[in-house]
């Protein structure tokens, strides 16, 4: 004889935790998971509320102190859900102070329990409110409660407001200084752009008159201008792509020993003639004595480069640049120091932002090196960028901008000598 059975397959009980703390969470799934319930577990509010709209869970363990939205102001949200109105709510909390019981079942909690869990205990107290057990609380109590938890919320709610205000003015600053570096990168562009077709058109002119006789040495002055135009050019868009791989984070270093002393002795030789012009007096310091230090010695150099090159920007003719390393411990630290302008203490902490430029866009020379010569405001975000990514740092000190009397401004620089892994 065949027996026709249904099987009836039981689901599970749904039960969603929101707590931050990882051992907490680990916790009670292994407790709670051991007698059968199925464990949902959230790390915020927002998180909380998400799964909970997906899972439907039968009970929610609440843990008072979360990130952003805290344990209240999440319960007060899922009560105002119609499917959560009487869903058993338990808070769940290491806070046990006078009030944050009444708090809590005012705010919508079903009832309080209090962490760490007796782990004996808990299913019991869980299958309890599954059951239908409520935490009772007096009207009188409630309606208190209720207030000071109104308050909590306005409260927070301010402190929202005024953060997310705060967040705004810096997008917009930031969205201001975007709009800045592209004029700047235009006008970078174009000036010497100009320089390249008015020799270009010379040069067309030139070869117009191919009947005459082309002076070899108008056609070199015509390609020395066409190269320098180039090479300006060249720079801006190097120095673009530079920042972009700094800021993406994308910086391939290769690493290697590097040896200061030769790695300034290139800066030298790269500034020497501008500081020549501008009677600028560049002081190197000797950097014999220091260890060879492992790093990417192009992308230092660029760095290094990037300060001097401010430094000469800042400094008026006839000015001094010192640079000197020393050791300390299995740190070298490098100063660059100059006689210059100076940078404004509320400034100092925003020159290394990407796209930051001191003072109005409309005074930068585009020349590159011509005191207050132009930038892009990458130079110092590009330095930070590339210490960093050896594990460096960089900071400033000067004491205020004064064009007339140059307080000076000294960057240090502190790089690891080995490389940290
Ligand atoms: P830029 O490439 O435009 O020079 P940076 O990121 O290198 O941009 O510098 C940002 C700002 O920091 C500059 O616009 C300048 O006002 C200020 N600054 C940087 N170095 C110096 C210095 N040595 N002396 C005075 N001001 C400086």
Redesign the pocket.
Known sequence: MIINTVVEYKQPVKILYIEDNNASRLLVQRVLGSKGYEVYVANDGLEGITIAREQQPRLILMDINLPNMDGREITTRLRSIPHFANTPIVALTANNSPGSRELALAAGCTGFLTKPINVSQFPKQVEDFLQGRTEPLSETERAQHLQLHAQKLVERLESKVRELENVNKRLRELDQMKSDFIVLVSHELRTPLTLISGYSYLLEENLKRADKMVVAESLSNVAAGLNLGVARMQEVIDEIINFSRVAAGMLDLSFGPVSLQALFNDIDQEFSKICEKRHLNLHMGDFYHLPLIEGDGNQLRLAFS?LLS??I??TPDGGHIYVVGRTVGNIVEVLVR?T????PAEEQGR??EQF????SIEHHSTSKHAFQGG???????VAKGIFEAHNGRISVE?ERRDFDNLPG?T?HIFLPIKRQL
């Open positions: 990037n401010n430094a920007k800042f100059d210059g302008i100076g940078i020159i290394f930051y430029v001191l003072g930038g892009l405001g990458l130079g110092l975000a000067s401004s960057f």
